[in-house]
């Protein structure tokens, strides 16, 4: 059986946390061959937190895995000082980015893990998208992709009490909450809709996906009382979407949907803005909490949270949600040789 293809990690933001959380999840998951990464990243300031190894390739990852840090050295210009950002990396950053998609788009690495990057960084020198799930979208566009295109937010978090996982969805991501209205539609909806379904079936293993959508207004418009998105444009989508086979309840309001015996009722929630799905998915498990961006060529996860610049360098980081990012990332791309949509 030919060998695995290594992850491959980009480093992030090297004044965040990063560097010291991927020190941390090497040595949580080193004795594990099949989670093997690469980082994409500067190798002088990996090894001033521990012993790294210089690699030529992805390849060499996993011959070194077990002993050290494989490092694909990509060196910054300029000093990264913790906890405090400089554009001056930016440009860094993002060749990290696209050299992990590369890599991923070529085989040499079969799933990619993003350290936190703070866009304010990257925007001040130009950075023309909102964040890495809209740049792998393009980076990846000229890739065929066997279903519908994304890219997709997805949040998912164990949900112990169910004994199964919550999972967010976002029909809009970071965008100002002014403007969440003018970026719903129907086509946008419906991509989504199918996007995540496909998903649920080829990455989750979820074989008879049941999808929730839920409502913009409080109590879900109260019958076009408080509002209008609901009746004008949501339950009309979601009976055009049943008669295309999917499998989906609502708009129910969101303020419902998110106790123990709610979830039982979806596979994944679809919800309208950033915060509707984040703010229930980081409270039920922050720690447990990944993030994965659906309806790519390639597989992607990142962790939840960001580049925690008050706590860089401080050795206080906590590494579990890039550690579950990572093994999330591992189990994606094997579900994903195996399963198709439908
Ligand atoms: N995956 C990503 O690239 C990603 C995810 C979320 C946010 N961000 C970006 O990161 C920047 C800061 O994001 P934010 O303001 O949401 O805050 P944040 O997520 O970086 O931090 C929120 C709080 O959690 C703490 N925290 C974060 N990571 C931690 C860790 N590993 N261990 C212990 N405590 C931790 C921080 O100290 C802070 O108190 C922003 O630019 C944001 O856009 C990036
Ligand atoms: N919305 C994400 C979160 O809160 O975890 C985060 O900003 C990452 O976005 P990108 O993966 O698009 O950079």
Redesign the pocket.
């Known amino acids: 059986m030919r060998p695995l293809a290594p992850l491959v990690l980009s480093l992030?933001?090297p004044c965040?946390?990063g560097p010291?959380?991927v020190h941390k999840a090497w040595a949580t998951l080193h004795g594990d061959p099949e989670l093997a990464f690469a980082v994409v990243g500067d190798a002088d300031l990996l090894a001033s937190l521990g012993a790294i190894q210089r690699i030529n390739a992805p390849s060499e990852a996993v011959g070194t895995f077990a002993r050290a840090l494989p490092v694909l050295d990509r060196p910054l210009s300029a000093p990264a000082r913790p906890g405090h950002p400089d554009p001056v990396h930016a440009p860094h950053i993002i060749g990290w980015i696209r050299e992990g998609a590369e890599l991923c788009l070529s085989g040499a690495a079969r799933g990619l893990v993003?350290?936190?990057?703070?866009?304010?960084?990257l925007y001040a020198t130009g950075f023309a998208f909102p964040?890495?799930t809209e740049y792998l979208g393009d980076l990846t566009a000229g890739t065929p992709y066997a279903g519908t295109r994304g890219p997709v937010m997805m949040l998912t978090a164990p949900d112990a009490a169910n004994d199964s996982a919550l999972r967010v969805v976002l029909a809009t991501i970071?965008v100002p909450l002014s403007e969440v209205k003018a970026h719903l539609s129907a086509d946008s909806l419906r991509a989504l809709a199918h996007a995540t379904h496909e998903a649920l079936i080829r990455d989750f293993g979820v074989t008879a996906p049941r999808l929730m959508l839920a409502g913009l207004n409080p109590h879900a418009g109260e019958d076009g009382t408080i509002g209008r998105e609901e009746v004008d444009l949501l339950r009309p989508l979601v009976e055009a979407l049943r008669d295309e086979g999917l499998n989906i309840s609502g708009p129910l309001p969101a303020d419902t949907l998110f106790h123990a015996e709610a979830r039982r009722t979806y596979d994944a929630v679809l919800c309208l803005y950033h915060d509707q799905g984040l703010i229930p998915l980081k409270t039920l498990d922050?720690?447990g909490g990944v993030?994965i961006t659906l309806g790519l060529p390639i597989v992607r996860t990142?962790?939840?949270?960001?580049?925690?610049?008050?706590?860089a360098g401080k050795g206080?980081?906590?590494?579990?949600?890039?550690i579950n990012?990572i093994r999330a990332a591992h189990d994606l791309s094997l579900n994903r040789t195996h399963a198709t949509p439908e």
């Open positions: 992030g933001d965040g946390t010291e959380l993003t350290a936190p990057i703070a866009k304010s960084v964040g890495h970071h922050f720690w993030n990142s962790p939840d949270h960001g580049t925690g610049f008050g706590i206080v980081a906590r590494p579990d949600s890039l990012a």
